[in-house]
């Protein structure tokens, strides 16, 4: 049940032109690396999945290069086991030379072969606007290029209005309107704050009814921005700011082995190099 939370205004010459906060909420046997950069590449920030057969997978990444990709699962009773990993679908944008629509329409083109997914991908640029595109392969429309604003994305299509989207997204705009006024210390905390809301949103029928019997004993766990039962939850926090000039701030609180008293904040900073 990830959720993610952006605003983005390319045409901002005194504040941030994007803001992302996100909680990734997984299994907490599965394996993963926190957010560091790349072994392999240097210019890439992003955690990794290391779950056997699908290491090297990720989502939600950034490029100093100016590329940035998110993904959710989409809530569906069943999985297909043989489908392809979703996982490889921000790390194939984040080092592949195209741009995100143009991604999207190529993904477009196979997307019956996963389980249901939900990918943004954005293009930063300091010639050009910035672009967000977006993709859901449970819908029936094609991947599209979204306008300046703010949305919600959880594990159906992009502002579905789950009660737990709705709350989350008035309380992240909340947040981004009196961003100006807060460091970036502050605003990174009060997004932090938000998305370790552990208020249930019942009732939830629209997840129930989405996801079914394999939903419905943890339906009121689920329900919370921040998620905790005894063998799935939030796992990481991720908050990414990224102001007028292009410096980027990338701030990850996650979950230490399986202790979920022990968290971990990291933070990195760097320009964009475009």
Same mark, same amino acid.
């Given at each position: ?41 240097? =210019? ?14 990720? $989502? ?12 959710? =699962?989409?809530?569906?009773?069943? =999985?297909?086991? =043989? ?5 490889? @679908?921000?790390?194939?944008? @984040? ?17 019956? @072969?996963?389980? /249901?997914? +939900?990918?943004?991908?954005?293009? !930063?640029?300091?010639?050009? %606007? ?21 949305? /919600?994305?959880? +594990? ?5 209005? $789950? ?21 970036? %210390? ?14 249930? &949103? ?15 004993? !943890? ?5 919370? @921005? ?20 292009? &410096? ?14 022990? $968290?971990?904040?990291?933070? !990195? ?6």
């Amino acid at each position: 049940m990830c959720i993610i939370f952006f605003y983005f205004n390319p045409k901002s010459t005194s504040a941030y032109r994007f803001i992302l906060a996100a909680n990734r909420d997984e299994t907490y046997s599965r394996p993963a690396k926190p957010a560091a950069f790349w072994e392999t590449n240097c =210019n890439i920030l992003s955690g990794l999945d290391m779950e056997k057969g699908r290491e090297g997978g990720t $989502w939600l990444g950034i490029s100093k290069k100016g590329k940035c990709a998110a993904l959710t =699962n989409y809530l569906q009773p069943f =999985n297909n086991n =043989n489908a392809l990993g979703r996982g490889y @679908l921000v790390p194939n944008f @984040l080092t592949q030379n195209v741009d995100a629509l143009t991604y999207l329409k190529k993904i477009s083109l196979e997307g019956h @072969l996963y389980n /249901g997914f +939900n990918l943004l991908t954005v293009d !930063f640029s300091n010639t050009k %606007e910035d672009t967000v595109s977006y993709y859901g392969n449970r819908s029936n429309q094609e991947p599209r290029v979204l306008e300046p604003g703010t949305y /919600g994305l959880c +594990n159906s299509l992009l502002d579905t209005p $789950w009660k737990k989207l709705v709350n989350g997204k008035k309380h992240f705009s909340e947040t981004v309107q009196k961003s100006c006024a807060l460091s970036p %210390e502050n605003l990174v905390q009060e997004l932090m704050d938000m998305l370790n809301n552990k208020e249930f &949103h019942l009732p939830a029928t629209d997840i129930e009814e989405q996801g079914q019997d394999m939903i419905r004993p !943890f339906l009121k766990e689920i329900s919370a @921005l921040f998620i905790r039962t005894s063998v799935y939850g939030t796992r990481a926090n991720t908050v990414i700011l990224v102001d007028a000039k292009g &410096h980027v701030t990338f701030t990850e609180r996650c979950l230490l082995e399986l202790d979920t008293n022990q $968290w971990k904040v990291s933070s !990195f900073q760097f320009e964009l190099e475009i």
